[in-house]
């Protein structure tokens, strides 16, 4: 089973492998192996209880110092791409800011466009009113001769 890498879009560190890896189950397996290495040692006569014990507490304490330093690490990478993104959002809200700015332009033109077409067809109607009445006009001229 594979877990996803803390990093998206760059190449992994070997650092960044180092901690995917603490992060995964063959990281649980194997220390659990060392574990019960560790205590089969002393089981077994091999190692004494106090030897194995501060071998181990001591392995486990350098172990935490160090995941301590790679969750650091990682906060400090995540805090990174986080401000990354905030950057990109910013520019992306300015964005969409200056088209919202741009429709709205664009319907006022469309209002005035609109208002001038409502004003030509006015003038078209009166016209085609007078151009009728003009016909009207000439149709009973000639009947009337």
Do not use: C
């Not at 192996?33 to 004494?48: D, E, K, T, W």
């Not at 392995?59 to 110092?65: G, N, P, R």
């Not at 332009?105 to 009166?126: I, K, N, P």
């Amino acid at each position: 089973m594979t877990t996803p890498a803390p990093t998206q879009g760059r190449e992994q560190t070997p650092i960044d492998k180092l901690i995917i890896w603490i992060g995964s189950i063959s990281s649980i397996v194997v220390h659990t192996i060392i574990f019960i290495f560790f205590f089969a040692l002393s089981l077994f006569g091999v190692m004494s209880w106090q030897l194995m014990l501060l071998v181990l507490t001591t392995t486990v304490s350098l172990e935490a110092i160090y995941l301590a330093i790679f969750i650091q690490l990682t906060v400090n990478r995540n805090a990174r791409e986080l401000q990354e993104v905030s950057e990109d959002i910013d520019e992306i809200s300015e964005d969409i800011d200056e088209i919202g700015e741009d429709i709205d332009e664009m319907s006022e033109e469309d209002e005035r466009d609109s208002a001038t077409r409502a004003r030509q067809e006015e003038a078209l109607d009166v016209l085609t009113n007078d151009v009728r009445r003009v016909l009207s006009d000439l149709e009973a001229l000639k009947q009337s001769r």
